[in-house]
């Protein structure tokens, strides 16, 4: 039987979540990706960015009504530039808000997931990837990112 040709998408899509506490702090993973990461959502073509969050919030940490501030990250590779692959990538960052309740329940239901703080993060923000993930969250955090959203090109 022969092989059918199945073209590549044009581009990956691709989702970073900046889970934000009421104290300030971030979610950070450390047990699935060799290092600490922000949660990361793959996309098809045709999934909306905000519903395939807030489904993925829902599922895999029990927000159900996700807050998203205002401003998000956009990045937008070429071929050949090697911020994370080989082909054209569309980054959208989102940073939502969480409760204090809501971070204390993802890290007690999961020891790979934990809330750092900003301090923290800084200090250490070349342990954590993407790269360009703290300078977005103590931006957001300390006022000084613009509303809306904001090109990471």
Known sequence: MPVQHIPEPRFDRRIYLLLLDGQDRLMLCGGCCNGWTVPRLA??????????????????????????????????SRNGDTWECDRTTVSHVLVVRVSTAESEAIEQRSTSHRMWTMDRLKARHRDISPAGVVLVATGYVDGWLPDGPISLD
Do not use: C, E, K, M
């Not at 996309?43 to 159900?64: E, K, Q, V």
């Open 43 to 76: 996309l098809d073509n045709s999934a909306a960015y905000w519903g395939t969050a807030t489904r993925f919030l829902a599922d895999r940490f029990g927000i159900r009504h996700p807050r998203f501030g205002s401003v998000r990250g956009i990045h937008q």
